[in-house]
């Protein structure tokens, strides 16, 4: 089954680029030219990916991405202008799990698109024959069902904190720097910004601990990186 990627742009001509271009690859496009039927399309047309745009009429993209991620944890790639450093980290902020940079290539979004796609890693875990729990004190990380519990209770996490969070507690007491984490994470080397990584640690240790400012799970090494803790 193709996968469907929703573009929230207001631009045509870009809209019409990115349509074409994905849809030579394989994918199925819907697409919305302002925020509100953006947000609409997002929460009713169940798409597998969503290309959000920032600067667009009736809703700004932080606003749909907010709204978005109050229902559902598609992935979210922002599409941010060059100069506009601060948007990226606000973005993710947000819940976003990717952000491209215009002007971008067809390459890279397309790149970007897959290193995104759950399906990606589905495959990969199908490769691997991994079907496996990890178990830290009253946490569990459930790698086939893409869950983390606390507690019996489940934690709603996106497709990327989940991803950080695996790869973490499969190395736990591991420090990785991040650089490491992006690369390995995120999947790219390139221009990657590291503060994705402590944006995404941030939001993690929002949802996943009891107190976040003093965390027990993903443990913080002062000046080097992040690491998973061993637990008692
Ligand atoms: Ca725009």
């Known amino acids: 089954m193709s996968k469907k990627i929703l573009i929230i742009e207001d631009e045509k001509n870009i809209v019409d680029i990115i349509k074409h271009n994905l849809r030579k690859e394989g994918f199925t496009t819907i697409e919305a030219y302002d925020g509100e039927q953006g947000l609409a399309l997002g929460l009713n047309e169940n798409p597998d990916l969503i290309l959000l745009d920032i600067m667009l009429p009736k809703m700004d993209g932080f606003e749909v991405c907010k709204k978005l991620r109050q229902s559902v944890n598609t992935p979210i790639i922002m599409l941010t202008a060059r ?14 799990d990717d952000y491209v940079t215009k002007p971008f290539s067809h390459r890279e979004l397309i790149a970007r698109i897959k290193a995104n796609l759950r399906r990606t ?20 990380i459930d790698i086939s069902r893409y869950e983390v519990i606390r507690d019996g209770e489940v934690i709603e996490l996106t497709l990327r904190e989940f991803e950080l969070v695996k790869f973490l507690a499969q190395r736990q007491g591991q420090i990785f720097t991040r650089e490491d984490l992006l690369e390995k994470v995120w999947g790219y080397e390139y221009y990657g910004d590291v503060r994705t990584v402590d944006v995404t640690v941030r939001r993690i240790r929002e949802k996943l601990e009891r107190d976040p ?6 443990m913080t090494k002062r000046g080097v990186g992040y690491y998973f803790n061993k637990g008692s």
């Open 83 to 96: 100069e506009e450093e601060v948007d990226k980290v606000l973005g993710l902020e947000l819940g976003a």
């Open 121 to 140: 890693d589905i495959d990969d875990i199908t490769a691997n024959k991994v079907s496996e729990k990890i178990q830290c004190d009253n946490l569990v």
């Open 213 to 218: 400012s003093n965390p027990q799970y993903i």
